[in-house]
């Protein structure tokens, strides 16, 4: 089992930048693929993005591409997710999540350990 603990949230205003962090413990963190989800009150929780277990592989929302960024560091057993040009409708609680068996990486259903969440809001 694994434990993940989220940090970085806060309140920023649109344009500007915010760094997620989203560190690990339990057993061994480069065997996991890992990936973050948002979600905004009184909407579902949506997949905002994924990589592998050495970053490699990556994916992404289309709401996200190209503003967002994610990345792992295996040593310091974390990952992050760098957000840029941030907008009022990236307001959410963002969870990271790791996936201990291959599934789909894009849907809530295909990971196996959540943390509590970080939240970020965007001022416009």
């Known amino acids: 089992q694994v434990q993940l603990v989220e940090s970085g949230g806060g309140l920023v205003q649109a344009g500007n930048s915010l760094r997620l962090s989203c560190a690990a413990s339990?057993?061994?963190?480069?065997?996991?693929?890992m990936g973050w989800f948002r979600q905004a009150p009184g909407k579902e929780r949506e997949f905002v993005a994924a990589?592998?277990?050495?970053?490699?592989?990556?994916v992404y929302a289309d709401s996200v591409k190209g503003r967002f960024t994610i990345s792992r560091d295996n040593v310091k057993n974390t990952v992050y997710l760098q957000m840029n040009s941030l907008k009022p409708e990236d307001t959410a609680g963002y969870y990271c999540?790791?996936?201990?068996?291959?599934?789909?990486?894009?849907?809530?259903?295909?990971?196996?350990?959540w943390g509590q969440g970080t939240q970020v809001t965007v001022s416009s």
């Open positions: 339990g057993r061994t963190f480069s065997r996991y693929f």
């Open positions: 999540a790791a996936q201990e068996s291959p599934r789909s990486a894009v849907v809530v259903s295909g990971y196996d350990y």
């Open positions: 990589i592998n277990w050495n970053g490699g592989r990556t």
